[in-house]
């Protein structure tokens, strides 16, 4: 006689109608709008991409992420972070309409359906 046993193995997740989340520390705050997903990082240590030519904002502290293509660093004059945000604990995952992100003490990864992405910590930045 085969038996079999189901496993079933839970992954707390942020529910996908939240708008904004931050990570426990403060320091990385993110928002979904428009079919998009665009992230701050308040303080960073990590060496910024070269700024393109017009941007006279801001540059190097926040990425944004749709459900295709690659994430890019954006020029910005303003900012996501919002203090009464959600809080996306350590191990907590997210998702939106074709992106997901995981949180962890090592920073937030990030990826599209096509398998895209960003990781965004205080020390780190990379595109993939």
Same mark, same amino acid.
């Given at each position: 006689m085969v038996r079999w046993i189901a496993v079933l193995v839970l992954v707390p997740v942020l529910a996908s109608a939240q708008e904004a989340f931050q990570l426990p520390s403060g320091n990385i705050h993110c928002m979904a709008f428009e079919g998009q997903l665009r992230c701050d990082v308040l303080n960073f240590t990590y060496q910024r991409p070269p #700024? *393109? #030519? !017009?941007? @006279?904002? @801001?540059? !190097? !502290?926040?990425?944004g992420l749709g459900p295709r293509g690659a994430a890019a660093v954006i020029c910005h004059g303003?900012?996501?972070?919002? *203090?009464?945000? *959600?809080v996306l604990g350590y191990g907590q995952a997210w998702q939106g309409p074709g992106m997901a992100c995981t949180a962890a003490q090592t920073g937030l990864r990030c990826t599209n359906a096509e398998g895209h992405g960003f990781e965004l910590a205080r020390a780190r930045l990379r595109l993939f």
């Open positions: #700024r *393109p #030519r !017009g941007c @006279d904002l @801001d540059w !190097g !502290g926040a990425v303003d900012t996501v972070a919002n *203090p009464d945000a *959600p």
